[in-house]
């Protein structure tokens, strides 16, 4: 347990550092159980980022202590660095301060390095690129030729492609492109960690959710649909029911149904064994376990694609959770 005296001495380091230039507006310590003032959006992010980050679980209360250091930017304090405080203090019982110092400079050093570089200057440099990957779920089929150069994972028909974040803004959004195969080759030391950071950069931007009724995914409250987060108590899917599940964002919401512990929770909500056919890029219609015969959902995508452009169409074919495998796959129909 990292003790209040590691915290102080913690912060007390990172003053005294002339490299860094910091001042204690700059450091935040945040404790386990912090909420967000009303009104503070930014801290309520915040609280919600690092829960799906470090913990995998939504909730708006903070889980865990951690420090925050900002920086100046256009007259406003923005976040840049994050640090679970227990794997500091860890770190520091197995390196000392000098371990410690090392891991803050590193992350400093990569946060200047994508924000000082063009993007596609750093490209080789997997820990200043790490926090800005995503993936996004298309057609595998109809894109083949196109995702020779591309790094990307196949699961049946869809392909769940690695994308890096160029620039999001209000006025512009989300701005990507997809990470070219020679630069994830070059990252072949981590090869293990990016998909996982990936995933969880994409859950933190677009948390998923799941609408019962097709009238609760027009403009709905963030809380609404949060069957993932911390002590909810997710609704039972009924046999006639069809739930639908996307993001947050809806748009490219389908990915959802990869996040971490996802299919396991849906299996729960639908006592078993699942259907899931893939409405479109944007988002996955769930069916139970022998609520309706897996031909009649292939039919009835297959209508749904037609209406669609192509663009759009995410896959062809019916997809099956096992809950006593935990697989997920195509169903040959």
């Known amino acids: 347990m990292a003790d209040q005296k590691f915290i102080d001495e913690l912060i007390e380091g990172l003053l005294k550092n002339e490299k860094w230039q910091l001042k204690e507006e700059h450091i935040i310590y945040y404790e386990d159980g912090y909420t967000a003032p009303e009104g503070d959006q930014e801290a309520l992010t915040m609280i919600r980022d690092t829960n799906i980050r470090y913990h995998k679980v939504e909730s708006d209360t903070l889980i865990g202590n951690y420090l925050v250091i900002k920086k100046r930017e256009d007259d406003n304090l923005q976040n840049i660095c994050r640090f679970e405080a227990e794997q500091l203090y860890k770190d520091f019982q197995k390196k000392g301060w000098d371990g410690v110092w090392e891991i803050v400079q590193n992350h400093l050093d990569a946060i200047e390095a994508f924000r000082n570089s063009d993007v596609f200057s750093v490209l080789d440099d997997y820990e200043a690129m790490k926090k800005h990957l995503i993936i996004r779920p298309i057609n595998f089929t109809d894109n083949r030729f196109a995702l020779k150069k591309c790094v990307y994972k196949q699961i049946g028909d869809i392909a769940l492609v690695l994308y890096m974040v160029i620039c ?70 009924y046999p006639l029911q069809v739930p639908t599940l996307t993001t947050t964002k809806q748009t490219n919401g389908a990915i959802a149904m990869f996040y971490p512990g996802v299919m396991e929770r849906i299996s729960e909500m639908a006592g078993g064994n699942f259907y899931a056919a893939f409405t479109s890029i944007h988002d996955v219609r769930i069916h139970c376990d022998k609520s309706i015969p897996p031909r009649h959902i292939l039919q009835n995508l297959k209508s749904v694609n037609e209406h669609f452009d192509p663009k759009e169409i995410l896959s062809r074919k019916v997809f099956y959770y096992d809950a006593g495998e935990k697989k997920f796959g195509v169903m040959e129909l």
Do not use: C, H
């Open 168 to 237: 999001e803004s209000e006025e512009m959004g989300l701005n990507t492109a997809k990470v070219p195969k020679q630069s994830y080759d070059a990252w072949s030391s981590v090869s293990d960690r990016i998909w996982e950071d990936a995933l969880m950069n994409t859950y933190v931007l677009a948390p998923p959710r799941m609408y019962v009724n097709p009238m609760d995914a027009v403009d709905p409250p963030y809380e609404k649909g949060a069957f993932m987060a911390i002590g909810g108590k997710p609704d039972k899917i």
